[in-house]
């Protein structure tokens, strides 16, 4: 598992270094944002570990910079604070998980492993392609190739915008709560006032809706969100 470290604290990459390279893990290590970014940009790591506080380029801007240059890697953020408004802040600009300093590092492994094999891709096969192909109107999304076309137009999507997209597709019609989306697409039960749900909503609209003239990702007030036609 081809794992890139952004850490500038030398103890920390080294305990950590040593942790994953025991468990099979490849690892490079910078310790600067700027040269993460950089490496994150010519090579294709399984996962990211990242520090907020780096020289060079901060960890929230690094990852920021990579969505946008569509870099899907999933990103394990380590930040020594512990405000509920930092770590949702982490997830808003793209990060897929946090661990907040310190930290034992079999949670670490553990999270890392997870992260891994949540984002693997899926093994392309003609008796599972089926399975993963799913429709609503004009709408569709294969989990396998992970393409998005709506109205025959293709639609480029974030690691999160497609999963959302996925647990949407998976239920149509089905009012999904702003807990249910934080507890699949984070994992995490979040405090339900934040509004990290709201932002990638609006994110995964702004790509699949904005431009048509029917709209399917409904609000419904107080609970949460639905797919449907209005």
């Given at each position: 598992m081809n794992t890139l470290i952004v850490e500038d604290d030398i103890e920390i990459a080294k305990n950590l270094m040593d942790g994953l390279t025991q468990n099979n893990f490849i690892c490079t290590h910078v310790a600067d944002g700027q040269l993460g970014f950089d490496l994150a940009l010519k090579?294709?790591?399984?996962?990211?570990i990242t520090d907020i506080m780096l020289p060079g380029l901060d960890g929230l801007e690094m990852i920021t910079r990579l969505r946008s240059e569509?870099?899907?890697?999933?990103?394990?953020?380590?930040?020594a604070k512990r405000s509920l408004d930092e770590r949702v802040l982490g997830l808003q600009s793209g990060g897929d998980d946090y661990l907040v300093k310190p930290f034992a590092f079999v949670e670490l492994l553990?999270?890392?492993?997870n992260l891994v094999k949540r984002y693997s891709p899926i093994l392309k096969t003609e008796n599972t392609q089926a399975a993963h192909e799913f429709k609503f109107h004009d709408?569709?999304?294969?989990?396998?190739?992970?393409?998005?076309?709506?109205?025959?137009?293709?639609?480029?999507l974030q690691a999160k915008e497609f999963q959302l997209l996925d647990f949407f597709m998976k239920n149509p019609n089905v009012p999904l709560s702003k807990n249910q989306i934080l507890e699949k697409i984070w994992g995490y039960n979040f405090?339900?006032?934040t509004n990290v749900v709201d932002v990638l909503v609006y994110r995964l609209r702004g790509k699949v809706d904005k431009d048509y003239g029917?709209?399917?990702?409904q609000t419904?007030?107080?609970i949460g969100y639905v797919?449907?036609?209005?």
């Open positions: 090579n294709q790591f399984q996962l990211i569509k870099i899907d890697t999933p990103v394990l953020i380590l930040t553990a999270r890392a492993k709408l569709s999304i294969n989990l396998l190739t992970r393409e998005v076309y709506r109205n025959s137009k293709k639609i480029e405090d339900p006032q029917q709209t399917y990702i419904i007030k107080g797919l449907k036609t209005e």
